[in-house]
Protein backbone atom coordinates (compact mmCIF):
# COMPACT_ATOMS: atom_id res chain seq x y z
CA UNK A 1 0.00 0.00 0.00
CA UNK A 2 1.06 3.55 -0.39
CA UNK A 3 0.13 6.13 1.59
CA UNK A 4 0.39 10.19 0.59
CA UNK A 5 1.05 13.17 2.82
CA UNK A 6 1.06 16.81 1.58
CA UNK A 7 2.70 19.32 3.88
CA UNK A 8 0.29 22.41 4.34
CA UNK A 9 1.86 24.63 6.88
CA UNK A 10 -0.13 27.57 8.71
CA UNK A 11 -0.99 30.85 9.11
CA UNK A 12 2.18 32.31 10.55
CA UNK A 13 3.64 31.25 6.66
CA UNK A 14 3.64 32.14 3.36
CA UNK A 15 3.41 35.95 3.85
CA UNK A 16 4.87 36.53 1.19
CA UNK A 17 1.68 35.45 -0.99
CA UNK A 18 -0.14 38.16 0.75
CA UNK A 19 -2.77 40.07 -0.14
CA UNK A 20 -3.86 36.61 -1.40
CA UNK A 21 -3.87 34.66 1.32
CA UNK A 22 -5.35 37.31 3.41
CA UNK A 23 -9.37 35.58 2.40
CA UNK A 24 -8.54 31.77 1.79
CA UNK A 25 -5.43 29.48 3.43
CA UNK A 26 -2.69 29.55 0.60
CA UNK A 27 -3.03 25.56 -0.21
CA UNK A 28 -6.64 26.48 -1.06
CA UNK A 29 -6.22 29.51 -3.47
CA UNK A 30 -7.04 28.68 -7.31
CA UNK A 31 -5.28 27.26 -9.88
CA UNK A 32 -6.81 26.45 -13.08
CA UNK A 33 -9.94 27.00 -11.20
CA UNK A 34 -8.84 24.24 -8.58
CA UNK A 35 -7.36 24.50 -5.22
CA UNK A 36 -3.57 24.34 -5.33
CA UNK A 37 -3.49 21.83 -3.06
CA UNK A 38 -6.10 19.81 -5.41
CA UNK A 39 -3.36 19.38 -8.45
CA UNK A 40 -0.86 17.28 -6.12
CA UNK A 41 -3.98 15.09 -4.53
CA UNK A 42 -5.26 14.12 -8.19
CA UNK A 43 -2.07 12.66 -8.99
CA UNK A 44 -1.59 10.82 -5.76
CA UNK A 45 -4.97 9.37 -6.91
CA UNK A 46 -3.68 7.57 -9.98
CA UNK A 47 -1.28 5.49 -7.71
CA UNK A 48 -2.65 2.08 -7.51
CA UNK A 49 -3.51 0.87 -4.29
CA UNK A 50 -3.42 4.31 -2.40
CA UNK A 51 -4.60 3.68 0.60
CA UNK A 52 -5.16 7.03 2.25
CA UNK A 53 -3.92 11.03 1.83
CA UNK A 54 -3.34 13.25 4.52
CA UNK A 55 -2.66 16.90 4.77
CA UNK A 56 -0.87 17.94 7.94
CA UNK A 57 -0.67 22.31 8.93
CA UNK A 58 -1.27 23.69 11.71
CA UNK A 59 -4.13 25.86 10.19
CA UNK A 60 -7.33 25.48 12.15
CA UNK A 61 -9.39 22.41 11.16
CA UNK A 62 -12.55 24.43 9.87
CA UNK A 63 -10.32 25.80 7.17
CA UNK A 64 -9.67 22.40 5.14
CA UNK A 65 -12.71 19.97 6.82
CA UNK A 66 -14.83 20.94 4.57
CA UNK A 67 -13.09 20.88 1.63
CA UNK A 68 -11.44 17.72 2.76
CA UNK A 69 -15.07 15.68 3.30
CA UNK A 70 -15.83 16.80 0.19
CA UNK A 71 -13.19 15.86 -1.51
CA UNK A 72 -12.93 12.45 -0.06
CA UNK A 73 -16.61 11.25 -1.28
CA UNK A 74 -15.60 12.88 -4.78
CA UNK A 75 -12.52 10.39 -5.03
CA UNK A 76 -13.41 7.65 -3.12
CA UNK A 77 -10.11 7.73 -1.42
CA UNK A 78 -9.82 9.07 2.16
CA UNK A 79 -8.78 12.50 1.96
CA UNK A 80 -7.88 13.57 6.32
CA UNK A 81 -6.97 16.73 7.40
CA UNK A 82 -4.10 16.51 10.43
CA UNK A 83 -3.64 19.37 12.82
CA UNK A 84 -0.37 19.87 14.64
CA UNK A 85 -0.54 22.35 17.60
CA UNK A 86 2.26 24.42 16.34
CA UNK A 87 4.66 24.24 13.77
CA UNK A 88 6.99 21.16 14.06
CA UNK A 89 8.90 21.61 10.67
CA UNK A 90 8.53 19.37 7.83
CA UNK A 91 9.61 16.36 9.10
CA UNK A 92 8.58 17.03 12.72
CA UNK A 93 5.68 17.33 11.22
CA UNK A 94 5.35 14.18 9.40
CA UNK A 95 6.86 12.09 13.15
CA UNK A 96 4.12 13.68 14.83
CA UNK A 97 1.22 11.83 12.86
CA UNK A 98 4.06 8.56 12.41
CA UNK A 99 1.48 6.10 14.21
CA UNK A 100 -1.59 7.45 11.80
CA UNK A 101 0.92 7.28 8.93
CA UNK A 102 1.72 3.83 9.31
CA UNK A 103 -1.63 2.51 10.68
CA UNK A 104 -2.09 0.64 7.30
CA UNK A 105 0.93 -1.11 6.98
CA UNK A 106 1.98 1.25 3.75
CA UNK A 107 5.40 -0.07 1.96
CA UNK A 108 6.13 3.72 0.33
CA UNK A 109 5.38 7.32 1.54
CA UNK A 110 4.69 9.97 -0.76
CA UNK A 111 5.48 13.46 0.59
CA UNK A 112 4.37 16.84 -0.65
CA UNK A 113 5.37 20.35 -0.33
CA UNK A 114 1.65 21.79 -1.07
CA UNK A 115 3.30 24.95 -2.45
CA UNK A 116 5.06 23.49 -5.61
CA UNK A 117 3.55 22.95 -9.38
CA UNK A 118 4.90 20.47 -11.40
CA UNK A 119 3.33 17.51 -13.52
CA UNK A 120 4.15 15.67 -10.33
CA UNK A 121 5.39 12.20 -12.07
CA UNK A 122 4.46 10.03 -9.38
CA UNK A 123 3.95 7.02 -11.24
CA UNK A 124 7.34 6.82 -12.79
CA UNK A 125 9.01 8.35 -9.58
CA UNK A 126 7.50 5.56 -7.76
CA UNK A 127 9.02 2.40 -10.42
CA UNK A 128 12.48 4.42 -9.86
CA UNK A 129 12.40 4.06 -5.81
CA UNK A 130 11.65 0.79 -5.48
CA UNK A 131 14.52 -0.29 -8.62
CA UNK A 132 16.48 1.86 -6.20
CA UNK A 133 15.66 0.05 -2.80
CA UNK A 134 16.67 3.14 -0.91
CA UNK A 135 15.26 5.31 2.06
CA UNK A 136 13.94 7.80 0.18
CA UNK A 137 13.82 9.55 -3.31
CA UNK A 138 14.07 13.09 -4.52
CA UNK A 139 12.04 14.65 -7.56
CA UNK A 140 15.27 17.20 -8.80
CA UNK A 141 15.58 19.56 -11.58
CA UNK A 142 18.00 21.61 -13.34
CA UNK A 143 17.57 25.80 -13.05
CA UNK A 144 19.85 27.92 -14.04
CA UNK A 145 22.82 28.98 -11.78
CA UNK A 146 21.28 32.59 -10.51
CA UNK A 147 18.00 30.64 -9.38
CA UNK A 148 19.40 28.14 -7.66
CA UNK A 149 20.18 29.05 -4.35
CA UNK A 150 16.70 29.92 -3.50
CA UNK A 151 16.26 26.53 -3.21
CA UNK A 152 17.91 23.29 -1.49
CA UNK A 153 21.41 22.35 -3.95
CA UNK A 154 22.37 18.49 -4.52
CA UNK A 155 25.06 16.42 -6.25
CA UNK A 156 23.91 13.11 -7.38
CA UNK A 157 26.00 10.22 -9.06
CA UNK A 158 24.59 10.32 -12.86
CA UNK A 159 24.54 6.50 -13.16
CA UNK A 160 23.30 5.40 -9.74
CA UNK A 161 21.14 8.49 -9.11
CA UNK A 162 22.28 7.98 -5.51
CA UNK A 163 22.12 11.50 -3.45
CA UNK A 164 26.21 12.61 -2.92
CA UNK A 165 25.77 15.61 -1.37
CA UNK A 166 22.84 18.31 0.27
CA UNK A 167 22.87 21.83 1.01
CA UNK A 168 20.28 23.73 1.83
CA UNK A 169 19.71 27.42 0.25
CA UNK A 170 23.69 27.69 0.36
CA UNK A 171 25.46 30.64 0.15
CA UNK A 172 28.16 29.69 -2.06
CA UNK A 173 27.00 27.52 -5.46
CA UNK A 174 26.62 24.19 -4.91
CA UNK A 175 24.75 22.65 -8.12
CA UNK A 176 22.32 23.46 -10.33
CA UNK A 177 20.37 20.94 -9.66
CA UNK A 178 17.34 21.46 -7.16
CA UNK A 179 15.23 19.97 -4.49
CA UNK A 180 11.53 19.73 -5.80
CA UNK A 181 10.03 19.35 -2.34
CA UNK A 182 8.09 15.81 -4.15
CA UNK A 183 9.47 12.51 -2.14
CA UNK A 184 9.08 9.19 -1.69
CA UNK A 185 9.96 7.10 1.59
CA UNK A 186 10.05 3.81 2.59
CA UNK A 187 8.54 3.39 6.44
CA UNK A 188 12.14 3.50 7.44
CA UNK A 189 12.52 7.35 7.37
CA UNK A 190 11.28 7.49 10.83
CA UNK A 191 14.03 5.99 12.40
CA UNK A 192 16.05 8.43 10.60
CA UNK A 193 13.45 11.24 12.36
CA UNK A 194 14.16 9.44 15.74
CA UNK A 195 17.75 9.13 15.57
CA UNK A 196 17.66 13.31 15.02
CA UNK A 197 15.16 13.43 17.63
CA UNK A 198 17.58 11.21 20.02
CA UNK A 199 20.50 13.28 19.27
CA UNK A 200 19.49 16.46 20.19
CA UNK A 201 17.26 15.08 23.53
CA UNK A 202 20.51 14.08 24.20
CA UNK A 203 22.42 17.25 24.00
CA UNK A 204 20.16 18.94 25.62
CA UNK A 205 20.28 16.78 28.35
CA UNK A 206 23.92 16.90 28.51
CA UNK A 207 23.68 20.96 28.15
CA UNK A 208 21.41 21.32 31.04
CA UNK A 209 23.72 19.12 33.17
CA UNK A 210 26.91 21.07 32.57
CA UNK A 211 25.47 24.84 32.11
CA UNK A 212 23.68 27.04 34.77
CA UNK A 213 21.92 28.66 31.89
CA UNK A 214 18.70 27.79 32.66
CA UNK A 215 17.22 30.13 29.72
CA UNK A 216 19.31 28.82 27.91
CA UNK A 217 18.68 25.31 27.93
CA UNK A 218 15.55 25.92 28.10
CA UNK A 219 14.84 27.62 24.73
CA UNK A 220 17.36 25.06 23.17
CA UNK A 221 15.45 22.12 24.69
CA UNK A 222 12.05 23.91 23.42
CA UNK A 223 13.34 23.45 19.30
CA UNK A 224 13.89 19.47 20.01
CA UNK A 225 10.88 18.61 18.45
CA UNK A 226 11.35 21.06 15.46
CA UNK A 227 12.81 18.77 12.63
CA UNK A 228 13.17 19.77 8.96
CA UNK A 229 13.14 17.70 6.21
CA UNK A 230 16.54 19.17 4.05
CA UNK A 231 18.64 20.60 6.78
CA UNK A 232 18.15 17.88 9.07
CA UNK A 233 17.33 14.41 7.15
CA UNK A 234 19.04 14.99 3.67
CA UNK A 235 22.06 16.71 4.75
CA UNK A 236 23.55 13.57 7.14
CA UNK A 237 22.01 11.20 4.88
CA UNK A 238 23.59 12.21 1.50
CA UNK A 239 26.38 10.26 0.60
CA UNK A 240 24.86 6.89 2.50
CA UNK A 241 23.51 4.81 -0.48
CA UNK A 242 20.22 5.59 1.32
CA UNK A 243 18.86 8.50 -0.77
CA UNK A 244 18.17 9.12 -4.76
CA UNK A 245 17.17 11.72 -7.49
CA UNK A 246 14.81 11.25 -9.86
CA UNK A 247 15.20 14.13 -12.79
CA UNK A 248 11.97 16.05 -13.91
CA UNK A 249 12.21 17.38 -17.19
CA UNK A 250 8.59 19.13 -17.27
CA UNK A 251 7.89 21.94 -15.89
CA UNK A 252 8.22 23.08 -12.13
CA UNK A 253 7.74 26.10 -10.38
CA UNK A 254 7.98 27.23 -7.16
CA UNK A 255 4.58 29.41 -5.38
CA UNK A 256 5.78 31.87 -2.56
CA UNK A 257 4.88 35.36 -4.07
CA UNK A 258 1.31 36.14 -5.81
CA UNK A 259 2.52 36.89 -9.28
CA UNK A 260 3.47 33.30 -9.95
CA UNK A 261 0.48 32.00 -9.27
CA UNK A 262 -0.59 33.30 -12.96
CA UNK A 263 2.08 31.42 -14.78
CA UNK A 264 1.00 28.27 -12.66
CA UNK A 265 -2.39 28.74 -13.14
CA UNK A 266 -1.35 28.69 -16.97
CA UNK A 267 0.80 25.43 -16.44
CA UNK A 268 -2.03 23.19 -15.12
CA UNK A 269 -4.19 25.05 -17.77
CA UNK A 270 -1.90 23.50 -20.29
CA UNK A 271 -1.59 20.34 -18.24
CA UNK A 272 -5.33 19.83 -18.76
CA UNK A 273 -5.63 19.67 -22.58
CA UNK A 274 -4.03 16.00 -22.02
CA UNK A 275 -5.35 15.35 -18.36
CA UNK A 276 -8.99 16.40 -18.22
CA UNK A 277 -10.13 18.03 -21.56
CA UNK A 278 -13.15 18.80 -20.46
CA UNK A 279 -12.34 21.18 -18.08
CA UNK A 280 -11.42 23.33 -20.79
CA UNK A 281 -13.97 25.93 -21.93
CA UNK A 282 -14.65 26.06 -25.42
CA UNK A 283 -16.52 28.77 -27.34
CA UNK A 284 -20.27 28.17 -27.63
CA UNK A 285 -23.86 30.20 -28.64
CA UNK A 286 -24.25 30.51 -24.94
CA UNK A 287 -20.95 32.01 -23.35
CA UNK A 288 -18.15 34.08 -24.61
CA UNK A 289 -15.54 33.46 -27.49
CA UNK A 290 -12.83 31.63 -26.26
CA UNK A 291 -9.57 31.17 -27.14
CA UNK A 292 -6.53 29.10 -25.82
CA UNK A 293 -6.67 27.27 -22.44
CA UNK A 294 -9.36 28.98 -20.54
CA UNK A 295 -11.18 27.61 -17.33
CA UNK A 296 -14.93 28.65 -16.66
CA UNK A 297 -16.47 27.79 -13.65
CA UNK A 298 -20.05 25.86 -14.30
CA UNK A 299 -22.07 29.19 -12.14
CA UNK A 300 -19.85 31.96 -14.31
CA UNK A 301 -22.19 33.73 -16.82
CA UNK A 302 -20.01 35.29 -19.67
CA UNK A 303 -21.62 37.82 -22.38
CA UNK A 304 -21.31 35.79 -26.10
CA UNK A 305 -19.53 39.16 -27.14
CA UNK A 306 -16.89 38.55 -24.54
CA UNK A 307 -13.45 37.18 -25.49
CA UNK A 308 -11.83 35.28 -23.25
CA UNK A 309 -8.25 33.87 -23.40
CA UNK A 310 -5.67 32.77 -23.42
CA UNK A 311 -4.79 31.17 -20.09
CA UNK A 312 -7.99 32.81 -18.24
CA UNK A 313 -9.72 30.88 -15.34
CA UNK A 314 -13.12 32.16 -13.62
CA UNK A 315 -14.25 31.02 -10.70
CA UNK A 316 -17.36 30.92 -9.21
CA UNK A 317 -20.49 33.15 -10.01
CA UNK A 318 -18.42 35.48 -11.84
CA UNK A 319 -20.30 37.82 -14.17
CA UNK A 320 -18.55 38.73 -17.47
CA UNK A 321 -19.90 41.68 -19.85
CA UNK A 322 -20.21 42.25 -23.06
CA UNK A 323 -17.37 42.81 -24.96
CA UNK A 324 -15.03 42.67 -22.07
CA UNK A 325 -11.59 41.39 -23.10
CA UNK A 326 -9.57 38.88 -20.51
CA UNK A 327 -6.06 37.49 -21.07
CA UNK A 328 -3.47 35.79 -18.92
CA UNK A 329 -5.56 36.55 -15.28
CA UNK A 330 -7.45 34.75 -12.48
CA UNK A 331 -10.89 36.14 -11.72
CA UNK A 332 -12.02 35.29 -8.37
CA UNK A 333 -15.33 34.05 -7.03
CA UNK A 334 -18.13 36.77 -6.97
CA UNK A 335 -16.45 38.91 -9.28
CA UNK A 336 -18.65 41.56 -11.52
CA UNK A 337 -16.87 42.42 -15.35
CA UNK A 338 -19.04 45.72 -17.05
CA UNK A 339 -19.15 46.06 -20.48
CA UNK A 340 -15.59 46.78 -22.52
CA UNK A 341 -13.49 46.58 -19.75
CA UNK A 342 -9.72 44.80 -20.23
CA UNK A 343 -7.60 42.51 -17.75
CA UNK A 344 -4.82 41.20 -18.87
CA UNK A 345 -1.38 39.64 -16.55
CA UNK A 346 -3.76 40.19 -13.46
CA UNK A 347 -5.43 38.29 -10.28
CA UNK A 348 -8.95 39.84 -9.30
CA UNK A 349 -9.86 38.81 -6.04
CA UNK A 350 -12.90 37.84 -4.69
CA UNK A 351 -16.09 40.29 -5.01
CA UNK A 352 -14.43 43.20 -6.80
CA UNK A 353 -15.99 44.86 -9.64
CA UNK A 354 -14.66 46.53 -12.75
CA UNK A 355 -16.55 49.58 -14.27
CA UNK A 356 -17.04 50.06 -18.14
CA UNK A 357 -14.07 50.86 -20.23
CA UNK A 358 -12.02 50.38 -17.08
CA UNK A 359 -8.46 48.34 -17.49
CA UNK A 360 -6.44 46.30 -15.74
CA UNK A 361 -3.28 45.04 -16.88
CA UNK A 362 0.15 44.38 -15.86
CA UNK A 363 3.51 44.01 -17.89
CA UNK A 364 3.42 40.30 -17.15
CA UNK A 365 6.65 39.59 -15.53
CA UNK A 366 5.82 37.22 -12.47
CA UNK A 367 8.98 37.57 -10.67
CA UNK A 368 8.70 41.61 -9.49
CA UNK A 369 7.00 42.31 -7.31
CA UNK A 370 4.72 44.79 -9.72
CA UNK A 371 5.33 42.99 -12.53
CA UNK A 372 1.35 42.08 -12.57
CA UNK A 373 -2.12 43.73 -11.31
CA UNK A 374 -3.47 42.33 -8.11
CA UNK A 375 -6.82 43.47 -6.47
CA UNK A 376 -7.82 41.94 -3.36
CA UNK A 377 -11.34 41.22 -2.29
CA UNK A 378 -14.37 43.58 -2.92
CA UNK A 379 -11.91 46.28 -5.24
CA UNK A 380 -13.95 48.45 -6.71
CA UNK A 381 -12.46 50.04 -10.28
CA UNK A 382 -14.98 52.55 -11.40
CA UNK A 383 -15.06 53.25 -15.14
CA UNK A 384 -12.56 54.51 -17.31
CA UNK A 385 -10.24 53.88 -15.11
CA UNK A 386 -7.05 52.37 -15.75
CA UNK A 387 -4.67 50.17 -13.39
CA UNK A 388 -1.37 49.26 -14.40
CA UNK A 389 1.52 47.14 -12.75
CA UNK A 390 -0.42 47.75 -9.10
CA UNK A 391 -1.45 45.81 -5.47
CA UNK A 392 -4.66 47.04 -4.45
CA UNK A 393 -5.44 45.94 -1.11
CA UNK A 394 -9.03 44.72 -0.20
CA UNK A 395 -12.44 46.80 0.07
CA UNK A 396 -10.44 50.26 -1.93
CA UNK A 397 -12.33 52.12 -4.77
CA UNK A 398 -10.56 53.64 -7.52
CA UNK A 399 -11.94 56.49 -8.89
CA UNK A 400 -8.52 57.73 -10.39
CA UNK A 401 -6.08 55.34 -12.75
CA UNK A 402 -3.03 53.91 -10.88
CA UNK A 403 0.76 52.95 -12.33
CA UNK A 404 3.13 51.09 -10.45
CA UNK A 405 1.60 51.68 -6.77
CA UNK A 406 1.12 49.41 -3.71
CA UNK A 407 -2.75 50.82 -2.27
CA UNK A 408 -3.01 50.15 0.92
N1 LIG B 1 2.79 20.69 8.54
C1 LIG B 1 3.83 21.47 8.46
N2 LIG B 1 4.45 21.86 9.61
N3 LIG B 1 4.23 21.87 7.27
C2 LIG B 1 5.31 22.66 7.21
C3 LIG B 1 6.00 23.10 8.33
C4 LIG B 1 5.52 22.66 9.62
O1 LIG B 1 6.03 23.00 10.67
N4 LIG B 1 7.02 23.87 7.93
C5 LIG B 1 6.96 23.91 6.61
N5 LIG B 1 5.92 23.20 6.16
C6 LIG B 1 5.52 22.96 4.79
C7 LIG B 1 5.29 24.21 3.96
O2 LIG B 1 3.94 24.54 3.93
C8 LIG B 1 5.73 23.77 2.61
O3 LIG B 1 4.71 23.11 1.90
C9 LIG B 1 6.81 22.76 2.89
O4 LIG B 1 6.61 22.29 4.20
C10 LIG B 1 8.23 23.30 2.75
O5 LIG B 1 8.30 24.54 3.39
P1 LIG B 1 9.65 25.12 4.01
O6 LIG B 1 10.17 24.15 5.01
O7 LIG B 1 9.32 26.51 4.43
O8 LIG B 1 10.71 25.11 2.84
P2 LIG B 1 10.80 25.93 1.49
O9 LIG B 1 9.49 25.87 0.80
O10 LIG B 1 11.43 27.24 1.70
O11 LIG B 1 11.85 25.04 0.69
C11 LIG B 1 11.69 23.66 0.54
O12 LIG B 1 11.07 23.36 -0.69
C12 LIG B 1 11.83 23.67 -1.85
C13 LIG B 1 11.02 23.24 -3.05
O13 LIG B 1 9.89 24.00 -3.16
C14 LIG B 1 13.07 23.00 0.64
O14 LIG B 1 12.93 21.62 0.82
C15 LIG B 1 13.92 23.29 -0.57
O15 LIG B 1 15.08 22.50 -0.55
C16 LIG B 1 13.17 22.97 -1.84
O16 LIG B 1 13.96 23.34 -2.96
P1 LIG C 1 7.21 33.67 3.94
O1 LIG C 1 8.63 34.01 3.94
O2 LIG C 1 6.42 34.36 5.01
O3 LIG C 1 6.54 33.74 2.60
O4 LIG C 1 7.05 32.21 4.40
P2 LIG C 1 7.86 30.91 4.14
O5 LIG C 1 8.50 30.80 2.83
O6 LIG C 1 8.56 30.54 5.38
O7 LIG C 1 6.59 30.09 4.09
P3 LIG C 1 6.19 29.20 2.96
O8 LIG C 1 5.81 30.05 1.76
O9 LIG C 1 7.19 28.10 2.81
O10 LIG C 1 4.93 28.64 3.61
C1 LIG C 1 4.15 28.14 2.75
C2 LIG C 1 3.04 27.46 3.45
O11 LIG C 1 2.34 28.30 4.36
C3 LIG C 1 2.11 27.18 2.37
O12 LIG C 1 2.38 25.92 1.88
C4 LIG C 1 0.82 27.31 3.06
O13 LIG C 1 0.52 26.09 3.64
C5 LIG C 1 0.96 28.27 4.17
N1 LIG C 1 0.43 29.64 3.95
C6 LIG C 1 0.89 30.50 3.05
N2 LIG C 1 0.23 31.66 3.04
C7 LIG C 1 -0.63 31.63 4.05
C8 LIG C 1 -1.53 32.61 4.59
O14 LIG C 1 -1.51 33.81 4.36
N3 LIG C 1 -2.41 32.24 5.46
C9 LIG C 1 -2.35 31.03 5.92
N4 LIG C 1 -3.27 30.73 6.82
N5 LIG C 1 -1.41 30.11 5.55
C10 LIG C 1 -0.56 30.36 4.58
Known sequence: KV????????PTKGTRFRPLSLNVAKPLFPLAGQPMVQHPILACKKIENLAHIY???????????????ALSNELK???RYLKEDKPHGSAGGLYQFR???????????????C????????????????????????LVKKVSPEVASEFGELVADSDSGELLHYAEKPETFVSDLINCGVYIFSPEIFIAIQDVKSARHD???????????????????????????????LTPLAGKKKLYAYE????????????????????????????????????DSKGAIVSGDVYIHPSAKTHPSAKIGPNVSISANARIGPGVRLIGCIILD??????????MNAIIGWKSSLGRWARVQGGGDYTTKLGITILGEGVSVEDEVVVINCIVLSHKTLNRSVHEEIIL
Request: charged share 25%; proline share 4%; hydrophobic share 45%.
Open 3 to 10: VAVILVGG
Open 55 to 69: LIGFYEDREFALYTS
Open 77 to 79: VPV
Open 99 to 113: DLILEEDPTDIIVLN
Open 115 to 138: DVCCSFPLTDMLAFHRKCGGMGTI
Open 203 to 233: RAVLRRLTSFEALQSATKTLSADFIRLDQDI
Open 248 to 283: TQDFWEQIKVPGISLRCSALYLGQYRTTSPHLLAKS
Open 334 to 343: DVEIEENAVV
